[in-house]
């Protein structure tokens, strides 16, 4: 952690209010975001409880599972689930406008611009919290090589019509949350923990409660008390006032209230399937009505608290100006969704279960990429950001003192102008170090030549290389003038595109040879075989 | 050098022998690929120029795929030293001063940014990065990949279809490649894009022959045993040289200041450890940061003199002879200075990562856990310290704070365990308090007052 | 081997004393042994565990109750995984042993399942040793289901309870630990897997000790088998987890244990845990032990609330990570820090201060520089 990080924690600590660790917002928030509260039950690995999900804040959809053991109840969760998520995709989905992209053109291997569809907006998913992310993972995994009656008749247990492809789209938001500064799929106490810092460590800035408790105290409380009391405190029942965000649950809620409900709605559901007659049968469907009630009541009362808390933490972050460099990485994630969009509809298989070789040497560089990007835009777009960076001997903010005009030799001399930086910051400058500041969005390189003065004094000169302009003397501003105060950084501000890999069919004999070797896994993937007690 | 009087080989003949058979391999043998282990100062970039002169020589073009520029210029320069004949080419990026202008002066090494400008050469040379971008040209049957353990996965992916056949050469106890994304998810793939390159490679060619070189030429025999046991714990190796084979000679006696007093233990032991008393201190302790400068600048002024194998007379220990290593950067910089204070311009001064590959008579180490209120993995990492502690042929100066054995101790042990992943020995920790125990036999206490 | 002196007296009546007159000591358990190693440094945890004494039992009557409970869904679970794995007389489980970490010795037909029933925990350690020998030498494949194994700690016995050993053919010996969170495509959660090779660690070294008494001296495997439910279902799958590093450090921290002496003997005279004394008295008497509290604690110690409310009335900066010490050398408290940085205390020449007055000058400046963005003035 920086050291202005740390400041900020113990000023929080200081103040009782959690301080600012970004000045603008460093990720896009949908107009219109669909929040997801899920809870799951406790040991059945990812066994889904219930959820409450919707864009509207005030009129969240409570989905419930009343007895998660039960395949029939988790499917029909799984395809109000669908039935809910999916129409919010398709909405983005349909909407396009033109736009180019470099691809490589078949007969001649050239590099050719071509005009494809570019998705005008995209769908944002909302969490509260990290294990969140991992859950519509887990979801994703569980439903996307399910098998529907319609695709395979003889499957047993054939999962409702819409829940593979659910799964597939579940997938595609949970690996693109693993790119930085993607905006796809958000944790709540990521994004609030990336703009504040807390007078807590960042293992209780997990708790979603505890967080909103440091940034925004009710009332005149401290933080520090708020947040204790959005931990630990509970009611005469021995509850939690403020619910964990999920979707594990607290121990005391399942044993106490929940296991209960289930017992009595396991209960009244054999009764029902014992009943005798019609008349009795209506009483029993009553009592089974009620006992579900019940746990749907239980849920709700675990969620909403949560749901609101994810609203409440929205329209916090809604109060910050958006950064200069959000809506550029969002039309990275428009791109993102409008390629799933295309593979899905040009009926491509679900996403494999394992990488090949080449798919995961393609993330990992496009992931390294956009984290060095990531870095450097929140740097340029906000003075906070920079002060790190500064603090870090990565940039430098100063004053010119002077500017002697140069020229590079050659038959075609162009300018080379020696300027003189003025700074209290200690970069890591070596000999002909290339530093970069902003010169109307774009990045104009420099030379670091040496100092004016003693060794890591204040006095920098610099040599700057390009952008201005063809001719022998600079174009106008491109030069910083005595007095101008400037901003450079040791880091680039663009990425450069990698090496491309060979494709997945030309993998190397050092990677295990290509995918339809014997020991690669045979495409496309079978369903999971549904075993007698499944959890999701 | 006495002849040893076990029956075990002498170093030059194991040596010899270990090269023998991995030429062999190389030239004759009928798999795709050959890993060579090799230890510090054992000898790489000798049997890396070697193995491609012996290539060409038998008419078998060959590329060389190296991970830095400085070591592709490094590999250039060696091979026009050998074979002053042999047409080269260096293939290298279009930035600024993409190599080493000493290579202007090779005849017979050509450069280009392309690799076709340089098809028919009977050696070519470039980073892994450069050569992700080469496309289209019909494979070479030969390759020699060197730092292969240094090199990640996904590199070797992007250019193992360049060759047919390769050479993999490299140190496994050096510093492992790394991501900055969390690369978890593919952990336990044989192909993990993040591990090494090797790794990878023998994931999924078990039955390659895989070597190592047995001696390292740059250890004098009071490291070799600590560096071999507490780095390389299945593959040992040995010192090419005994006790006695090299000696450290002041002309200046000791002033009984600490720092003369450690240079002196480390002239005689191999190793020395300069403690200063126990206190948390920022990266940049400057008393650290100072009493490691106060070293070199004693270790210039005193005359220093090493008498070694290579030659006849004692060679002056001059400041070319002598490197700092530090863990941070910012620790450098500091280092940088202090020494700038003390009108020392000319010793290297870097962190571990860049002293990979690079060799001195003495070193002077700021310890990575001096001063440290905590461990972290970065701290510990075994390469890291294996580094520091194996660059000397001499003798290696710790300067650290006292209590780091306590701190290590006290270190939280809770490291998650990817399902899959082969553990990695030796552990850091482990590693660490091996050589905090030789160093204390090796102990000056001094306190910055003195 | 004699238990050690102190101040005359024996180590165990002092740590009894400690616990308080007619409590018995909380039994150490494998989970406990390997929560060692999560905060070493700790001489608060490092006694009160040592001594036996029942941290939440002393949490609650702290007034910071541990907040570890367990789902009961999650318990059932666990149990009934545990059943099916052990189930036909452990022929799945004999099986994955094989598969994962035996291939070549000749597949189970059927394994000896030995009755390893005793009275008391020595009874049962001695009956567990008697049939380990006894599988050692038979050349099959056999299962003891919760044998007993012991384990010297700071000179008394801890008992533990694997799920599970195996004995192989070739006579060696693999602890099988049973979890009930799931392998997905042969991946697992990384903390919990690290959390289960910690534990069965601890076996390893109790198993050790036994084989190291036979005459044949047979090998505990490095490698143990860590079972889970496969996928979303409740069957059995397996992986080989080689615990030499967590049983290397386990095996130093239980030689540091010797430190409970030490640190029994820096306690005031009469210094008493047992948690029915007055609330003042306790944490008196917990406040004389030293604690390095780290947010890390919270998931690994009963009495981390309590130690996290005294770290921050101290205003410790470790309260809020033990990473942010790094930068700060000397400084400790939250309170230091900041006047260091807003230049009311601090030497400037000191090399900590001048990195936290600079930080905090880069900081100020960038906030009045948003500052002035957002009021619409331009930047200077």
Redesign the interface.
Known sequence: ????A??????A??TGRAQ?VA??RHRHLSERPLVLVPLT??????APLGALVGTDRDAPRLLVVPQPRDRDLRFAFLAELADIVLPYVDAYAEVVEAAERSETDPES?KRVKVEVDLCADAPQLIVPSRTGIDFVR?LG??MRFRRTAEQDPEAPHPAPPRVPLLGRWLTHFGERA?V?GSSLLLALTDLLARHWAT??????DQHLGALLAWIDPPGGESG?AAARRAE?ARDADGQLLCPPAGPA????F??KLL?PAIERYDRARAALAASEDGLEADDRLGDLTAAEQEIRALVESRTRPTWDAVWRGLDLLREL?EGAHVADRWTRDRWSFTSHRDRISAGEPPQP???D??T??N???T??RE??RLDAQEALD???V???R??A?EAFAGEVTEVVMAYSEGRRPSPRPLVTVRT?DRP?LGE?TKVYRSLGGKPQAAEFVGYDGP??GDLLVLRIVDKMGRGKEPEEGSVPQKGD?VCFTLFEHDQRG?????DPE????????PPGEPDAVPLPEQP?PP?????? | MTAPASPVLNPGAAAARATDAILRDTLHGTHRGVVVDSPPGAGKSTLVVRAALELASAGRPLMIIAQTNAQVDDLVLRLAEKDAELPVGRLHSSDTDPYDKALDDLPNVRKSTKAADLAGLDVVISTAAKWAHVKGVEPWRHAIVDEAYQMRSDALLAVAGLFERALFVGDPGQLDPFAIVGSEQWAGLSYDPSASAVTTLLAHNRELPQHRLPVSWRLPASAAPLVSSAFYPYTPFRSGTDHGDRRLAFAVPSDGSGADRVIDEAAGAGWGLLELPARHTPRTDPEAVRAVAQVVRRLLDRGGAATSERSEEPVPLTADRIAVGTAHRDQAASVRSALAALGVTDVVVDTANRLQGREYDVTVVLHPLSGRPDATAFHLETGRLCVLASRHRHACIVVCRAGVSELLDDHPSTEPVQLGVTVKFPDGWEANHAVLATLAEHRVAWRPSD | MPPPRTRGRALGPRLAELRGPEVPPKALDARALAALAANPGCRRRALLDGAGVNKTALASALGSPSAFGMSQFAFMRGNAFEARVKADGGAELLRLVHEKLDPSAEPPAEGAVPDLAAIGPQGRAARTALALREASASGGWTLLDHPMLVLDVAGSPAFLEPDAVVVHPDGSWTVVEIKSFPMLDGSADPAKVGAAARQSAVYVLALEEVAVRLDSAPEVRHQVLLVCPKDFTNLPTAAAVDVRKQRAVTRRQLARLTRVEEIADSLPEGTCFAPDLPREELTAAVGALPATYAPECLAACELAFHCRSRSREEGAVTSLGRSLRAELGGLTTVEDVLAAAHGTAGDPGDATVAALRRAADLRAEALGEAAARREGTPCP
């Open positions: 952690m920086s050291l202005i740390t400041l900020s924690r113990l000023e600590v200081r600012a000045t603008v039950t406790a040991g059945e690995a990812g291997g887990l995994r569980a693993r930085p007078g807590q460590s960042s293992v209780e520090d630990l649950t607290d121990p005391a399942d044993n296991a100006p279960r394992r990488d070789a080449v995961a040497a993330k990992l560089a992931r390294e984290q060095a906000d003075p906070l920079m002060a790190g500064r603090l001997g209290e890591h002909r060794e890591g105060p990698g090496a491309k890999l060979p030309e993998t190397p004999w050092t990677h295990g040879g999971d075993t007698e007690e499944d959890t999701l």
